[in-house]
């Protein structure tokens, strides 16, 4: 099978290449992923996909297979921003092949990663899918604004897979888990007066200064995984309110971005912050709440809270993705891991508990990076991975 498979990725090696070219140039911000979706979708039905459709929010999810076992590989397909091109050696989307690298934003998160999936998938049906099977490739929007929130809609309100796949960059290893994430605001009320009588106010700028210090304090006390390593607690913006720049200001408010590693929780997070306010009766802790529009027109709200996960390293998911990676990388070594960041795993095993691995082409430091470029030389090992594994992963499920 292994051999087949890579015949048959060989043999496509040119059309996967220049797909993943197409894909880079198709630009596809948060919220503005539609042109990326036709194309997307264009290609599926041109490679005989059993089925594809689009949901209300905009993912695009196609399927090869009809067994009841179902497996899903997720890769999202929006980018953040690449406008700065004066900062770029190379066009951000004009698809460049350089010293054996394809540049441009999404290259490496994640766009190109859908490219090798749906390419894996039309390899995967053309040499029989295991008959109890249904593999799906889904392109998911907006993660970049907001982790999970799109793929939580299709999978309550559309199917839900056995099995995830994500496609984020794991510099072709095998990753199972990554630490959460809750964004927090803290606002503290003072009272104003004329800066020339401070005794007359209450100066909420002091109050968060203190504030502040004592959450610095307290990212001292945070304790720390083997695994997913220590959480973290960043103020990353502050802000005032007063009448003039002549005035005490009656307001002060900071962001707050808190990574959670194991048994760290979005009730655990808030309770710490309180336990840090200067002036807790005159001060509010609050989880901050995303909202917009999808390209489709569909207004998705989601509180930003991400909930922390691991799949433990013996799952028959991690070790069929550990022995199809040794497979289609013969000679290197292979780890098993996790990433730094964040992914739609938040939503596939942090919220559903549906397992979840993590296995795509490109570097994690890569991401958002100016000159952002994924290995030409990754996207056949990856198209292999993709077509491979739900052989592997039905041996170790017996």
């Known amino acids: 099978m292994k051999e087949k498979i890579e015949e048959l990725v060989k043999k496509y090696e040119p059309e996967i290449i220049a797909f993943a070219q ?109 008959e109890n099977v249904s593999v799906y490739v889904m392109g998911s929007v907006q993660e970049e604004d907001c982790d999970g929130l799109s793929m939580y809609h299709t999978f309550t309100e559309v199917l839900k897979p056995d099995f995830v796949v994500l496609g984020e960059p794991t510099s072709l290893d095998v990753y199972r888990g990554h630490r959460g994430r809750v964004e927090l605001e803290v606002i503290v009320k003072g009272k104003s007066s004329h800066a020339a009588h401070p005794d ?22 945070f304790k720390e995984d083997p695994f997913l390593g220590k959480g973290t607690a960043v103020v990353s913006h502050i802000e005032s309110k007063a009448p003039s720049i002549n005035s005490v200001p009656y307001e002060s408010r900071i962001f707050i971005d808190r990574r959670l590693t194991v048994n760290e929780t979005k009730e655990t997070a808030l309770k710490e912050i309180e336990s840090a306010l200067a002036d807790p009766k005159n001060s509010e802790v609050r989880v901050l709440t995303y909202e917009a529009k999808s390209w489709k027109g569909r207004v998705i709200t989601q509180e930003k809270y991400f909930p922390t996960w691991v799949l433990e390293e013996s799952h028959p998911l991690v070790q069929a993705g550990f022995k199809t990676a040794k497979e289609v990388r013969p000679g290197e070594e292979v780890k098993i891991s996790r990433w730094i960041f964040s992914t739609n795993g938040v939503t596939s095993m942090g919220r559903l508990n549906i397992p979840s691995i993590g296995f795509g082409p490109g570097d994690e430091w890569l991401a958002h990076a100016v000159d952002e470029y994924v290995r030409v030389s990754d996207l056949p090992k990856a198209t292999a991975f993709y077509a491979l594994l739900p052989f592997n992963l039905k041996e170790k499920l017996g």
């Not at 009809?66 to 980018?79: E, R, W």
């Not at 007359?200 to 006390?221: C, F, H, Q, S």
């Open 22 to 130: 197409d894909i880079v140039r198709t630009k596809s911000y948060s919220g503005e992923e539609g042109k990326l979706v036709e194309l997307l979708e264009k290609k599926m039905k041109e490679l005989g996909f059993d089925e594809v459709i689009i949901d209300e929010t905009g993912n695009i999810i196609g399927r090869v297979g009809s067994g009841p076992v179902k497996i899903l590989y997720d890769a999202h397909i929006d980018t953040v921003w690449a406008e700065d091109k004066e900062n770029w050696s190379v066009d951000p989307f004009g698809g460049v092949i350089k010293d054996g690298k394809l540049y441009g934003r999404g290259s490496s998160d994640e766009k190109v990663a859908i490219g090798c999936m749906i390419y894996g998938a039309k390899i995967l049906k053309e040499i029989g899918i295991p």
């Open 200 to 221: 007359k106010g209450d100066n909420a700028i002091y109050k968060m200064a203190r504030t502040v210090l004592n959450i610095e304090e307290l990212t001292k006390t």
